[in-house]
């Protein structure tokens, strides 16, 4: 059997590399691709001829241009009109052997006639028969695990070749992009990831009207079939450039901008692939996002400093707003050139003088600034930089006065307000309470191991002492700052004794000493520099 696995593996990998070879594909590693042997629509072709998984590898290279660069980005969009329909019969299977039932048994109708295929799975409108209401049923397609496991694999291991033996496509990463494909995939093909999903996001937004949610049947779905309401409404595209009884396209198109950045920057869990053909208008004018299999999460720590960033992009400052790039390992010291930062300023300059109604397309601007460097940008970075363009694309062509500039420097202040907001301070405090205890925990095993490796000549130190005694007043005003702002954290959360703004007055003032402090040092330092 594992010999005929073997000659299975090798026939698909000869027929995959037989379709790379017949479009041209290896002129994507040479950095002339001005061949008139290779055209743009060459890739997506390879991919719709070698199936699901690669199929779904060029949806998730269309979305990043900064890889594959806009042409091709833009071209593999279409990956997503192009895919078979699976015959009704062999998907009724699916279903019934997922759901212990036979159709008739769940559903009082069911319209043979898919309302949409994708290269995973297909989608139909039924009715409920326990609760008489129509519903969408996602099923995944038959086969379709075992067909896209020896391609993943292969992947993998083209991955791997490829960046051993083509130095020109070590700047991609492929290895390290085929591991997160896997990972992606694998997590789209179990259809309750979809649904958990779902479930958190309609948390996120239960006390927000305007935003609606499809709402799932968890008793009749399963790792391949997923049962939720249908959305009687229109697609976004639907109300381009045309008015809808009862739709009011500019408040549409706030929702949409509102709802799409506080996922980003308040809730740090958001739609990854917010194209209109994943949003739906209500009757009753509200805004429905669908198709959760793909979602994007951010810590705390990024929404922060992505906010800053935002802020500093609409500000101007050129310098500034690379060091926060820099910081963030948006880009790299090393990208960080003359000629990227003169085209830095030139984007910002041709903003100087324009209003915030002015400024849309300022963010896409400055992604394909980097772009047109090479720059590998971080996932979620280019995630949510592409989200804001999708959403900012439909918001104009819904409404010829719509502003997401405006919005996004709202939703960007609000995060940082947020960010030193006492209760939210208090719970900094806590944190960096833990990370203390952890150290001091581990503070006696290394100071025996560097002792142990003093001993055995394993570290040799050089030292100057000029500057100790400065040095030792700063680091003694460091360790009282610390010793405050752990004392501070902990008044707060005693929540004892006099108050002031309705928090501890003992932690209230700690934290004020512990900043001015912190401003005393930061001045001291900059005067000792110059």
Not at 56 to 78: E, Y
Not at 279 to 296: A, H, Q, S
Not at 443 to 461: H, W, Y
Not at 502 to 521: E, K, N, P, Q, W
């Amino acid at each position: 059997m594992a010999k005929e696995d073997k000659k299975a593996s090798r026939q698909r990998f000869d027929e995959i590399m037989g379709v790379a070879k017949k479009h041209h594909l290896a002129k994507l590693l040479k950095d002339n691709q001005d061949d008139e042997d290779f055209e743009v629509s060459d890739l997506r072709y390879a991919m719709e001829e070698c199936g699901p998984a690669f199929i779904k590898l060029g949806q998730l290279l269309a979305t990043r241009p900064d890889m594959v660069g806009n042409d091709i980005a833009d071209d593999l969009k279409l990956l997503r009109d192009n895919t078979p329909v699976t015959p009704f019969d062999e998907m009724r299977k699916v279903i019934e052997d997922e759901l212990g039932q036979p159709l008739e048994e769940i559903y009082s109708e069911f319209n043979e006639e898919p309302l949409g295929s994708a290269s995973i799975g297909q989608v139909y409108k039924a009715r409920l028969k326990d609760r008489d209401m129509e519903v969408a049923v996602k099923v995944q397609k038959p086969g379709i695990y075992d067909v896209i496991v020896p391609d993943v694999k292969i992947l993998n291991k083209v991955a791997g070749t490829v960046d051993k033996h083509v130095s020109g496509s070590r700047t991609y990463n492929l290895p390290a992009m085929a591991k997160e494909f896997e990972r992606s995939i694998f997590k789209e093909l179990n259809y309750m990831e979809e649904v958990k999903n779902i479930n958190k996001i309609t948390k996120n937004f239960e006390e927000i009207d305007y935003i609606k949610i499809p709402e799932v049947y968890p008793e009749y779905c399963s790792s391949k079939v997923i049962t939720m309401e249908l959305i009687d409404g229109y697609e976004l595209p639907d109300l381009y450039d045309t008015e809808v009884e009862g739709i009011n396209n500019a408040e549409i198109a706030q929702y949409g901008c509102q709802s799409y950045l506080k996922q980003v920057l308040i809730d740090g869990f958001f739609h990854a692939d917010p194209h209109p053909g994943n949003l739906f208008v209500t009757r009753d004018n509200r805004l429905c996002y669908i198709d959760f299999g793909m979602m994007g999460v951010v810590n705390d720590t990024f929404r922060s400093n992505f906010a800053q960033l935002i802020l500093l992009l609409l500000d101007g400052n050129s310098h500034h707003l690379i060091n926060q790039m820099l910081y963030m390992n948006i880009i790299s010291p090393e990208q960080n050139t003359e000629e990227f930062q003169e085209d830095v300023d030139d984007l910002l300059n041709s903003y100087i003088g324009v209003d915030m109604d002015q400024m849309d397309g300022i963010f896409d601007d400055l992604m394909n600034v980097m772009i047109n460097h090479n720059i590998i940008l971080p996932r979620e970075f280019v995630m949510i930089g592409r989200g804001i363009i999708l959403i900012e694309e439909a918001g104009d062509k819904l409404d010829p006065h719509f502003n997401l500039t405006s919005e996004l420097e709202k939703f960007a202040k609000d995060m940082i307000k947020s960010k030193f907001a006492p209760g939210n301070l208090v719970g900094g405090g806590f944190n960096y309470i833990v990370e203390i205890e952890h150290l001091l925990k581990d503070l006696p095993d290394r100071l025996n191991s560097t002792l142990n490796k003093l001993e055995a000549g394993e570290i040799e130190l050089n030292m100057n002492h000029t500057g100790l005694d400065e040095l030792k007043d700063q680091l003694s005003i460091s360790l009282i700052i610390s010793a405050l702002l752990v004392g501070s954290s902990i008044a707060i959360l005693a929540d004892k004794g006099p108050r002031v703004w309705d928090i501890s007055a003992i932690g209230f003032f700690g934290f004020l000493i512990s900043a001015i402090l912190g401003v005393y040092i930061i001045i001291k330092f900059i005067r000792t520099e110059r």
